[in-house]
Nanobody
Framework: QVQLVESGGGLVQAGDSLRLSCAAS????????MGWFRQAPGKEREFVAA????????YYTDSVKGRFTISRDNAKNTVDLQMSSLKPEDTAVYYC?????????????????WGQGTQVTVSS
């Protein structure tokens, strides 16, 4: 069992930066690949970024490449999402998740443990 708690969301203006953090507790955080997903009102949840258990590999959806950076600190049991050049279309609730699957990083069903989410609102 892994418990995940996100923080760092808020209201920012377009072009601003924001750093989300996900704190994990429970078993073997370092053994899980981790991901960030988001869900905007009226839309389906979508993949944002993922990082391998070691941190050596990262994956991003096309719309955030070059703007978002995912990182992790296995000693601190945290995974962060640094977001820059934010756009109004980045507005969503952001969730971190721990992956148990082995096929793809961008599918929510590959992830077993989810946080409660943190709201990010980007005004134009």
């Amino acid at each position: 069992q892994v418990q995940l708690v996100e923080s760092g969301g808020g209201l920012v203006q377009a072009g601003d930066s924001l750093r989300l953090s996900c704190a994990a507790s429970g078993r073997s955080f370092s053994g899980y690949a981790m991901g960030w997903f988001r869900q905007a009102p009226g839309k389906e949840r979508e993949f944002v970024a993922a990082i391998s258990w070691s941190g050596s590999s990262t994956y991003y959806t096309d719309s955030v490449k070059g703007r978002f950076t995912i990182s992790r600190d296995n000693a601190k049991n945290t995974v962060d999402l640094q977001m820059s050049s934010l756009k109004p279309e980045d507005t969503a609730v952001y969730y971190c998740a721990a992956r148990i699957g082995t096929l793809r990083y961008d599918i929510g069903n590959e992830y077993r443990y989810w946080g409660q989410g943190t709201q990010v609102t980007v005004s134009s």
